[in-house]
């Protein structure tokens, strides 16, 4: 029975009730770090009462006691907590996340992990699955495209293995979810901790005025004087394009490109090498030879061989041109710094822009006014209105996790609400790249 001290904590967690936000929107105003592991536990607790009663139901299985059953005893406000809480933590996961957040999924990954292989590797679950599957009613494209996507998700997670191979998937899947988890942690607290704090200007010879200025900003931020570059792209690439000085380029390239390879605790080495190993285990264990025939099975390239062939296509068809192009950067930069001067990584994007210069006299730093951030939206919005008839007018009152984060409502051509859209453009301390 739950205590008084539950309910009072279950009765404050926005999981759990109503949002009462525009649209419905997740509270993130509201939303502490306590709140998820409790969801977590009451969602996981919630499925496995629901998975209960689906296999437990003495009724012949069928596409709605199965498939799509739902509780109706429930009523309308039994929220699907495990995915409402799951999907907010995925998110600020990659987009706002912390040394709490990650301890926490740290903590949480196995048991998420235990949890779906209870569910995935239920024998009873499946049984019905597989009936349902065989002995089905006349569905609805979209019915059986569930159906079949359940049933192939089932197999996919190990269904049809048998004891001592259903142990082993649960073993192999809960390290990877743990060191997949882990890979990311490392990459992004390597990433963060880098940075090229300069204090002399004469080592911004070159840079434009837009890449000092963010440079003086991302100082600011942390009370300190000159600049600091860092290894996000719009502080990384404008130093490699345009700094003169090659021994700073360098430094910034290498920095980039032996993220997680150093001696420290954020090393990801052996992560990998290890997750290679459970790729192929797992791989092999379900019938196939490789991770890559497992993962290609169900999209759109299908093969292996298939994904080889667009390759060799597309090396046919580029590399001549790659080579020519690279040459012509190579020559440039010899005529420039002398015939012994060999080029490296870090000195491609600085002479390739020399190039460009020279040849078309074009360079990006003159489009930048035409590309400013709310000139970008408003170009690819009104794109969207042109092609689709869709609309976005951005709604201050929906909660968001970050003050960098707009919020827009999205309406269809006749003016019916469609979906609301979160831009997060700026790369920050919590954030992954690309989130």
Known sequence: MATQD????????????????????????LIKLEHYEEAFMEGMKREKEELDKIINNEEEPTFDNTIIYKDETKGEHYYDLLGRASTVFSCMLGAETNDDLDALAQKMSPLLTQHANDMQLNEKLFKRI????????ELTPEEATLLQKVYDGFVRS??????EGKEQFRRLSEEASLLSLQFSQNLLKENKA???????????????????????????????????????FPSYSPFLTYSTKRELREKLYMAKNTEGIHDNPENNLA??????????????????????DYVLEHRMASSVKNVYRLFNDLISAYKPQAI???????QLAKEM????????????GYYSH????????????????????????????GLANRLYGISFKENNEIPVYHQDVKAYDVFDADGSYLAVFYADFHPRKGKQGGA
């Open 6 to 29: 539950n309910k009072n904590s279950i009765a404050n967690n926005p999981f759990f009730n109503d949002y009462s936000t525009p649209h419905n929107t997740v509270p993130f105003h």
């Open 130 to 137: 597989k009936h349902v599957y065989e002995h089905h009613r």
């Open 158 to 163: 190990g269904a049809l293995l048998n004891e």
């Open 194 to 232: 880098f940075e090229l704090h300069l204090t002399n200007e004469e080592d911004l010879d070159g840079l434009p005025e837009s890449a000092r200025q963010m440079a003086v900003h991302t100082a600011q931020e942390q009370n300190k004087e000159g600049w600091i570059f860092t290894l996000d």
């Open 271 to 292: 992560i990998c090498t290890r997750l290679i190993n459970i790729r192929r285990e797992l791989a092999q264990l379900l019938g196939h030879e490789t991770y890559a």
């Open 324 to 330: 020519k192009e690279l040459k012509e950067v190579e």
């Open 337 to 348: 710094e002398g015939d012994a001067f060999e080029m490296q990584p870090w000195d491609f």
């Open 354 to 381: 020399k190039l460009q210069l020279q040849k078309y006299n074009i360079d990006s730093e003159m489009l930048r006014p035409y590309f400013e951030l709310s000139k970008v939206i408003e170009g690819v919005f």
